[in-house]
């Protein structure tokens, strides 16, 4: 008897996409678009931010300059003009590269599937951030590495921990992190591991992937430059996508010009190249000295003062029962909540009872690799106005009792 034509596809897809993980809490909170949600969940950038009238006016002047050549098909790499940009960047990152170690692509979550395709052969062991930001575990999982959480606590990745376990016979190919206001921690590694996680890179032959699309939105405390100015086993992640906009889909990674050719090899086979309309627009936004350090700068301090009404709301609402350590920049307070959890539930239990009071976050559980984290909460402060962060405070504490009491 014919199957049904869904009966026939779950038969006929690959292991790996069989194997992918729906994501219960990805499905959870795209279905909870329920009117009056206050979203803590997905790291959105505020669009009142995005420099809508300078992308218009980019957009006519590529077109102006460069005719219907703007939107032809491009080098695989990248526009030119965009690279010399991104080098320009990297250059005030201490860290200068040539054009030639630079890839342009689709948002830096291709990158990080780019990387995972040209490095990860079935079983290599690639150590992360423990919890690291989702997105990278779905990207590296599908090349099925061995994955090695490395404990990230409130000064981030804890290079004592990767060093023993180095020590103890673990042998990395690379090592995936957040330096600067990590997802979902949003702890900033310090000089010292910076320069402790450079070291154990060369002592031990692994490459350093850097991603850092946060870096530019510190609040308080000092810029700390790439480790690639330190190293040259350092593959910087960049993007556009948390300071201008996130549908251009404009990223970069710059690293040693034999793996930027083999991830351009691997890029073309996904998708040619990355838009050249969006690359120019990028090229000259990013590209503008005298505007875009200035819309730069103008960023962190919006969204610091959501920050700060989220973590007046949680100490007021939840008082110590929601510890945090405040974030330095960023978009996301990692919480922990410190009541007794009925036996093996987590805060993924509490999302569904959050929705329907109508506030939503990411549990813990989300992000975890080998650590466990049932108590724990990312909560981003970038979606919602000061006010609503202030009533998501008092929602969440409501869900909370309701679901402990
Ligand atoms: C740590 C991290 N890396 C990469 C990305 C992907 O960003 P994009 O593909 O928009 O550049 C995100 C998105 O939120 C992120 O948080």
């Given at each position: 008897?014919?199957?049904?034509?869904?009966?026939?596809?779950?038969r006929?897809?690959s292991?790996?996409a069989?194997?992918?993980?729906?994501?219960a809490?990805?499905?959870?909170?795209?279905h909870?678009?329920?009117?009056?949600?206050?979203?803590l969940?997905?790291?959105?950038?505020?669009?009142?931010?995005?420099?809508?009238?300078?992308i218009?006016?980019?957009?006519?002047?590529?077109?102006?300059?460069?005719?219907?050549g703007?939107?032809q098909y491009?080098?695989?790499?990248?526009?030119?003009?965009?690279?010399?940009?991104?080098?320009?960047?990297a250059?005030e990152?201490?860290?200068?590269?040539l054009?030639?170690q630079?890839?342009?692509?689709?948002?830096?979550q291709?990158?990080?599937?780019l990387?995972?395709r040209v490095?990860?052969?079935?079983g290599?062991?690639?150590?992360?951030?423990?919890?690291?930001?989702?997105?990278?575990?779905?990207?590296?999982?599908?090349?099925?590495?061995?994955?090695?959480?490395?404990?990230?606590?409130?000064?981030?990745?804890?290079?004592d921990?990767?060093?023993?376990k180095?020590?103890?016979?673990?042998?990395?190919k690379?090592?995936?992190?957040?330096?600067?206001?990590?997802n979902p921690?949003?702890?900033?590694?310090?000089?010292?591991?910076r320069?402790?996680?450079?070291?154990?890179?060369?002592?031990?032959?692994?490459?350093?992937?850097e991603d850092?699309?946060?870096?530019?939105l510190?609040?308080?405390?000092?810029h700390?430059?790439?480790?690639?100015s330190?190293?040259?086993?350092?593959?910087?992640?960049?993007?556009?996508?948390?300071?201008?906009?996130?549908?251009?889909?404009?990223a970069w990674?710059?690293?040693?010009?034999?793996?930027?050719?083999?991830?351009?090899?691997?890029?073309?086979?996904?998708?040619?190249?990355t838009s050249?309309?969006t690359q120019h627009?990028?090229?000259?936004?990013?590209?503008?000295?005298?505007?875009f350090?200035?819309?730069?700068?103008s960023?962190?301090?919006?969204?610091?003062?959501?920050?700060?009404?989220?973590?007046?709301?949680?100490?007021?609402?939840?008082?110590?029962?929601?510890?945090?350590?405040?974030?330095?920049?960023?978009?996301?307070?990692?919480?922990?909540?410190h009541?007794?959890?009925?036996?093996g539930?987590t805060?993924?239990d509490?999302l569904?009872?959050?929705?329907?009071?109508g506030?939503?976050?990411v549990?813990?559980?989300?992000?975890?690799?080998?650590?466990p984290?049932?108590?724990h909460?990312?909560?981003s402060?970038?979606s919602?106005?000061?006010?609503?962060?202030?009533?998501a405070?008092?929602?969440?504490?409501?869900?909370?009792?309701?679901?402990?009491?």
């Open positions: 008897m014919s199957s049904s034509v869904d009966q026939l596809v779950e006929l897809l292991s790996g069989r194997n992918s993980d729906s994501s809490i990805r499905d959870l909170l795209r909870a678009a329920k009117e009056g949600l206050i979203s969940g997905g790291g959105i950038p505020a669009p009142e931010l995005f420099p809508v009238e300078r218009i006016e980019a957009t006519a002047t590529s077109f102006a300059e460069l005719g219907a703007a939107a491009g080098l695989t790499e990248g526009e030119l003009e965009l690279r010399e940009v991104a080098a320009g960047l250059e990152d201490g860290a200068p590269a054009p030639d630079i890839l342009i692509t689709t948002g830096s291709q990158a990080l599937d990387l995972g490095l990860v052969d079935r290599d062991v690639v150590a992360v951030d423990d919890p690291a930001y989702l997105g990278a575990l779905q990207a590296l999982r599908k090349y099925e590495p061995e994955l090695v959480g490395i404990p990230v606590d409130e000064a981030g990745l804890d290079t921990a990767l060093e023993q180095l020590r103890a016979g673990l042998s990395p690379t090592i995936y992190t957040n330096p600067n206001f990590q921690t949003g702890a900033t590694l310090p000089s010292e591991r320069a402790h996680l450079v070291a154990l890179a060369h002592k031990h032959d692994f490459l350093i992937i850092d699309p946060y870096g530019a510190r609040f308080s405390g000092e700390l430059p790439s480790m690639a330190t190293s040259d086993r350092v593959i910087r992640v960049r993007t556009v996508s948390k300071i201008l906009a996130p549908g251009l889909r404009v990674t710059i690293g040693p010009p034999r793996l930027i050719e083999a991830l351009a090899i691997a890029k073309q086979a996904a998708d040619l190249h050249t309309l627009i990028a090229a000259r936004l990013v590209g503008d000295t005298e505007w350090p200035k819309h730069r700068a960023l962190a301090p919006w969204y610091q003062v959501q920050r700060d009404a989220l973590m007046a709301g949680l100490a007021s609402n939840l008082g110590d029962k929601l510890t945090f350590t405040p974030p330095d920049g960023g978009m996301f307070l990692w919480a922990e909540l009541r007794d959890l009925p036996p539930s805060t993924a509490l569904p009872i959050a929705i329907e009071h506030v939503s976050f549990p813990g559980s989300a992000f975890a690799v080998d650590t984290r049932p108590a909460l990312r909560l402060y970038v919602a106005s000061p006010d609503q962060l202030t009533e405070s008092v929602r969440l504490a409501t869900a909370i009792d309701a679901w402990l009491d």
